[in-house]
């Protein structure tokens, strides 16, 4: 953890370091003539190399991470997820909450636009669904558009999905994902190299990215221009060898001309359902493939008072906005029971704050 917050010092040269000294504590109980001896380290950077520098913000972390029950994942472990640790660039240092395996035998990344159209946002549903049966891990970005919608629909059909953050765990960004995240954690996690107090800064997105590329079997971009973080992950992707693959779109849209783009270059392979996944990656379905519907889905009163407004209504989408006024509910919540209702199967939610029944 000390490392990690050492200036000019990134996870290529801490593992240079950590090699030569033997661990990460003789590190900094070498000498600076020691360390200044140690290749790409020399003398400049073996000068920053100072615990005290930085002992009263560990104190801080370990505190942190003990009270929020965080796991801190060193390289060296072996719960640090398997697939990252393939690559020099890979965090020493994963902050993790959660509840599954980071060494799943599957898992699928899923990225795409803040602003996703009608397609997409059915389009990500139904891929979500049907890679149930296959049994992986979901990995997203928890942010707008695609990325939510992945995260909301993995834990809808029982999923384990892994939100990769670029943040610190005291946090959440967008803070309207917080009744999903609390979700996730039951069943999956989230995930992320940024210490607590870390704000969710510009360039701490790229960095985010390498992660869910490196973290997965198989990235999915579901709509996504030609520039943007979809891109950089499914290049990123390209270049750790993961299988990529590509929603297509119209050749006009501009929502999904980086998918096609991708098609077309040969940098992801042209996706219309779970089963094209499966074909190339040689994926069996799970034996008992079986789905356990209810019933009986059990609903509150303020949750039976919205649905039947919904059945009553004679418009079947209803923005957040009209449900507040028309129900004289706060819009708090109301945003947490629509959310409980979305995982229950009975609504679905639309691109403008909108709601539909299912």
């Not at 602003?115 to 549903?125: A, F, H, N, R, V």
């Not at 953050?165 to 190299?193: F, V």
């Not at 693959?245 to 392979?269: Q, V």
């Not at 906005?321 to 959310?339: A, E, F, I, T």
Request: aromatic share 6%.
């Amino acid at each position: 953890m000390a490392l990690t917050r050492l200036n000019g010092i990134g996870p290529i040269l801490s593992r240079q370091l950590i090699s030569y000294c033997g661990s990460a504590e003789e590190v900094f109980k070498s000498s600076l003539s020691a360390l200044s001896k140690i290749p790409q380290i020399g003398t400049q950077k073996a000068r920053l190399v100072k615990y005290d520098d930085v002992a009263e913000e560990i104190d801080k972390e370990l505190e942190f991470a003990e009270n929020k029950r965080v796991s801190v994942l060193t390289y060296l472990d072996e719960a640090y997820p398997r697939r990252l640790n393939n690559y020099e660039d890979a965090p020493i240092i994963l902050y993790y909450k959660g509840t599954v395996d980071l060494n799943a035998l599957r898992t699928v990344a899923i990225v795409g636009t803040r602003k996703p159209t009608d397609y997409g946002i059915l389009s990500c549903e139904k891929i979500v669904e049907q890679l149930g049966k296959y049994d992986p891990i979901i990995v997203s970005g928890m942010a707008y558009g695609v990325d939510s919608t992945a995260h909301r629909s993995s834990v809808r059909n029982n999923i384990p999905t892994i939100g990769v953050l670029g943040h610190g765990l005291d946090r959440l960004y967008p803070a309207t994902n917080r009744d999903l995240a609390s979700k996730m954690i039951e069943n999956g996690g989230l995930l992320t190299e940024f210490p607590s107090g870390t704000n969710p800064d510009r360039e701490n997105f790229p960095m985010r990215n390498r992660i869910i590329a490196a973290l997965s079997d198989v990235v999915i971009v579901i709509e996504s221009k030609r520039k943007g973080g979809s891109m950089i992950t499914a290049n990123l992707a390209n270049g750790y060898f993961k299988d990529v693959f590509a929603l297509p779109g119209r050749i006009n849209d501009d929502n999904s001309s980086g998918c096609n783009l991708l098609i077309k270059s040969h940098k992801a392979s042209l996706l219309e359902s779970a089963e094209d996944i499966a074909y190339i990656m040689r994926w069996e379905e799970r034996k008992d493939t079986k789905k356990q519907h209810e019933l009986f889905i059990e609903l509150d009163e303020s949750e039976t008072r919205i649905i039947d407004h919904f059945r009553s209504s004679q418009e079947k989408e209803i923005t957040i906005d009209k449900l507040h006024y028309q129900l004289q509910l706060p819009v708090s919540q109301l945003s947490g029971l629509l959310l409980g209702l979305e995982f229950k199967g009975m609504i679905k939610s639309l691109p403008g704050k909108k709601y539909v029944l299912t």
